[in-house]
């Protein structure tokens, strides 16, 4: 099983407002940049947008390694809240973590907090690419 790691970030100007998203992939020596926005969501929506397509963006089944500075996406899967969601209902964003949940599925997916705006070049890369993404909208 092929070995990815992969950096996301998503940033909105206001909160709802336009909002940007990004990922870079990482498979051995090659890496991949990508990114997208919306004129209208929230940062959490950019958050989850972020996983969604990084994970979507691969051909097979990999084992991943998702790094985010998303306390709400990374406590989910360590906490298992999605467990009492599936059961009881989603409070917010129900299309993005049903989607994510299905993609999560297809993998071996590990989450890692990073702090954001720190040290973490990756991490602050994608930033760059999340916030640029909301000045081409």
Known sequence: ????????????????????????????????????GEKETTNNRMELTAVIEALKALKEP????????????????HQKW??????????????LWRELLRLVRQHDVEFIKVKGHSDVELNNRCDELARAAITRL
């Open 62 to 77: 990999c084992r991943v390694k998702v790094y985010s500075d998303s306390a709400y996406i990374v406590n989910c899967f």
């Open 1 to 36: 099983m092929k070995e990815v790691m992969i950096y996301t970030d998503g940033a909105c100007s206001g909160n709802p407002g336009p909002g940007g998203w990004a990922a870079i992939l990482i498979y051995g020596a090659h890496q991949k940049e990508i990114s997208g």
């Open 82 to 95: 999605y467990e009492k969601w599936e059961r009881t209902g989603f409070k917010k964003n129900e299309d």
